[in-house]
């Protein structure tokens, strides 16, 4: 439903077969919004309060204060994005042609053919590509689990 005007805008601002093509379009969504929201629900309010009476505007409060507060959901944001995108291929596909623009996704599904399968390459390119994703989730695993945890409990 959202791949035709996606695909209109991408076209009209000139970014088809450009990374911006594979990076806007996710760059923000609703699980983002709702995860992040419930987690700044649980900041206390008088942070903002005590930063507002030291002098700070809307902005040095949201980078000096929500925004290192908010690591965990952040990081939990990031990864789930990251495995989102890893894994997609359907936009790489539809939104760039180039050879050099292709994701990891649409190498492993060249190694499908229709009628065999060489599945020793293939399961070896599956475990490299998953590689990535493992080193990210091992690197980030406190924020993760944290964000998770808090995410969407009030006091």
Known sequence: MLVIPIFLILKWAHLINTYWALILPTSVN???????RQY???VPVELEEAAAIDGANKLQILWRVM???SRPALVTLFLFTFIGEWNDVFKPLVFTTRPELRTVQLAIADFQEQFTNNWPLL???V???TVPVMLLFLLGQRQFLQGIATTGIKN
Do not use: D, E, S, V
């Open 127 to 129: 475990t490299i590509a």
């Open 67 to 69: 925004l290192p507060l």
């Open 30 to 36: 609703g699980f983002g919004i709702f995860l992040l």
């Open 40 to 42: 700044f629900q649980t």
């Open 123 to 125: 399961m070896a390119a």
